[in-house]
């Protein structure tokens, strides 16, 4: 499912990122990797704050729908 549609609190897995190749190495770049697991901090107008690695990174509805993820 992509990670838009995970509900606050939800910790999920990434399984693939989707999209050009320029979206998924700037996701890459801020630590969205295959494999990776994240938390769902907070969803607020459809932009999702998450949890990854060390830190806490927002991303717009459009970004959240390229990385598909699998409940942890």
């Known amino acids: 499912m992509p990670l838009n549609f995970a509900n606050e609190g939800d910790s999920v897995k990434i399984v693939r990122i989707s999209g050009a190749d320029e979206s ?11 494999e990776t697991e994240l938390k769902i901090i907070t969803k607020s107008g459809g932009n ?18 390229k990385i598909i993820v699998a409940p942890v």
């Open 24 to 34: 998924r190495r700037h996701l890459q770049n801020l630590g969205f990797v295959e």
């Open 48 to 65: 999702i704050i998450v949890s990854v690695k060390d830190g806490r990174v927002a991303l717009s509805k459009e970004m959240a729908s």
